[in-house]
């Protein structure tokens, strides 16, 4: 049986090398459209504003839904 550390390692190189890859294909395919289309078209990047501002709201929701009880806690003790 492989050590925990182990297994963390190989789980973050797997998930970093599956947002690798989506990533490539992504720019990949974005470059692919832009190459053969006659006319080309404005596509929003893959981490373009729209992707930013949704992933920081579910960011700032995720925080205040974890952390929220703690610093409740805290502050009704005066910290």
């Not at 049986?1 to 990949?28: D, W």
């Not at 992707?51 to 952390?67: C, E, G, I, Q």
Request: glycine share 8%; hydrophobic share 40%.
């Amino acid at each position: 049986m492989i050590s925990v550390l182990a297994q963390e390692r190989l789980l973050g190189a797997a998930l970093g090398s599956l947002l690798t890859g989506a990533v490539v294909f992504e720019h990949r395919r974005s470059i692919y459209k832009s190459v053969h289309k006659s006319e080309p078209q404005q596509t929003e990047p893959i981490f373009g504003r729209k992707y930013r501002l949704k992933f920081a709201h579910t960011w700032n929701k995720a925080v205040d839904k974890t952390l929220g009880p703690l610093i409740e806690s805290l502050s009704s003790r005066g910290w």
